[in-house]
Antibody, heavy 120, light 106 residues
């Protein structure tokens, strides 16, 4: 069974860099068929795709966040990570990692999510 | 940017009702449309992809269809476990989610 688990800080201050890690079990991040993604959801709001990475290093980012986002992959630990620079209160959200399937077209497995408040 | 507009924003229904949720794309996205169910405090769960393909393990009371740029998610007979928020998502150009439709108990 494929499982994803996010880990990271519980609280961030404005201007800091957010780093989250997703540990994958039941699959390999080297799997050619899938793209490893980050998606977030501000409190009471809709979902927003952040970006994804493929095992060969190909990345794709939401244009609205591209200047502040980097997604990386560590096959030796079967993990992938998100860095979001210069966070503000608007970045307060539940952050999910997910497996992208298809081209990718959809997200078939998700982590449980981690809530990241940004507050001074 | 491709915008996805869901309607209604919320609806009240009873167990056994037929429920239809609509998602409209701001431009042609062919069939690059998926549907998710999300319960409070939980991650979304994939229901349908490619507009009408049922994800493995999802009950057959869920179905999806498309007509032009309008997509529908139908729940043929609402069950107690179906009360949740539903999101559509396009993948024609990057990924965009709709605003969600909350299905509540009548």
């Amino acid at each position: 069974q494929v499982q994803l688990q996010e880990s990271g800080p519980g609280l961030m201050k404005p201007s800091e860099t957010l780093t989250l890690t997703c540990t994958v079990s039941g699959d390999s991040v080297n799997n050619d068929f899938f793209y490893w993604s980050w998606i977030r959801q501000p409190p009471g709001k809709a979902l927003e795709w952040i970006g994804y990475i493929h095992y060969d290093g190909i990345t794709n980012y939401n244009p609205s966040l591209k200047s502040r986002v980097r997604v990386s992959i560590d096959p030796s630990k079967n993990q992938f990570s998100l860095q979001l620079l210069s966070v503000t209160a608007a970045d307060t959200a539940a952050y999910y990692c997910a497996r992208g399937a298809g081209a990718p077209d959809y997200f078939d497995y998700w982590g449980q999510g981690t809530v990241v408040p940004v507050s001074s | 940017d491709i915008q996805m507009t869901q309607s209604p924003v919320s609806l009240s229904a009873s167990v056994g009702d037929r429920v239809i949720i609509t998602c409209r794309a701001s431009q042609n996205i062919k069939n690059y449309l998926s549907w998710y169910q999300q319960k409070p405090g939980k991650a979304p769960n994939l229901l349908i992809y490619s507009a009408s393909t049922l994800q493995s393990g999802v009950p057959s009371r869920f179905s999806g269809s498309v007509s032009g740029t309008a997509f529908t998610l139908t729940i043929s007979s609402l069950q107690p476990e179906d009360f949740a928020t539903y999101y559509c998502q396009q993948s024609y150009s990057f990924f965009t989610f709709g605003g969600g439709t909350r299905v509540e108990i009548k």
